[in-house]
């Protein structure tokens, strides 16, 4: 009996041992995704100036053919 509780604490130990290997993986991975991240919030806010310019000009676009000015 005593044998048998041992080794299962044998087990236990080694299986968390094991865990923290992985947790280490893990977040190592995270900071190259985050990286990655970066550069996307980088193209989009590039996307978004271009989008801000466009609708300014429609605005600009409309108020002459309004006003009939071109």
């Known amino acids: 009996m005593l044998q048998d509780a041992q080794q299962c604490c044998q ?3 080694k299986k968390k041992k094991k ?3 992985k947790k280490k993986k893990k977040k190592k991975k995270k900071k190259k ?3 990655k991240k970066k550069k996307k919030k980088k193209k989009k806010k590039k996307k978004k100036k ?3 310019s466009l609708a300014r000009w429609y605005e ?3 108020a002459r053919d309004w006003l009939g000015i071109r």
């Open 60 to 62: 600009k676009k409309e």
């Open 19 to 21: 865990k923290k290997k």
């Open 33 to 35: 995704k985050k990286k």
């Open 50 to 52: 271009k989008l801000a």
């Open 11 to 13: 087990k236990k130990k």
